[in-house]
């Protein structure tokens, strides 16, 4: 039994394995999971619904969970920014910025190496997804 807000005990076992400079994608329900995200890289289940569960519920209680050094978005192919942005900056806070890439760029780093697993949501708004980098705790 936890006294935390995450309870979802494979998220819970997937970020108790990640480490300094480990990648986390949190996916929208446009991305494609099977072809978009590192090979072997496990994918978490979280798209009950269209709308359902949205990317604002998972990041707010990875925020809380673990330390984050940066944040990419996906920047539309058109250009400008995903209104959702303006949501996921509450969230994050002031001091951890919110870098954009452009789409097939973003693609190749959810493949890359240091990818430790996705969350896949049910977050219908375009354009949605985050990848985000693990930081460090700092030695008391």
């Known amino acids: 039994m936890l006294r935390y ?3 979802h005990p494979p998220l ?23 072809t978009n995200v590192r090979a072997g890289a496990q994918v978490i289940h979280l798209n009950l619904r269209p709308g359902l569960v949205r990317m604002d519920d ?14 990419h978005s996906m920047r ?3 250009g400008g920014e995903p209104e959702v942005l303006a949501r996921y ?8 910025p919110i870098e954009a890439m452009d789409r097939l760029e973003f693609y190749e780093a959810a493949k890359g190496p240091d990818v430790a697993f ?7 708004r375009l354009y949605a997804n985050l990848l985000l980098t693990v930081g460090y705790i700092v030695p008391k």
């Open 5 to 7: 807000p995450l309870i």
């Open 12 to 34: 819970l076992s997937a970020l108790a394995a990640t480490g300094h400079g480990s990648r986390i994608l949190l996916a929208d329900a446009n991305y494609a999971h099977a």
């Open 58 to 71: 998972v990041l707010e209680v990875l925020v809380d969970a673990v330390p984050l050094e940066s944040v």
């Open 76 to 78: 539309p192919d058109e």
């Open 89 to 96: 900056r509450e969230l994050l806070g002031p001091d951890l």
């Open 118 to 124: 996705a969350v896949a949501t049910g977050d219908d």
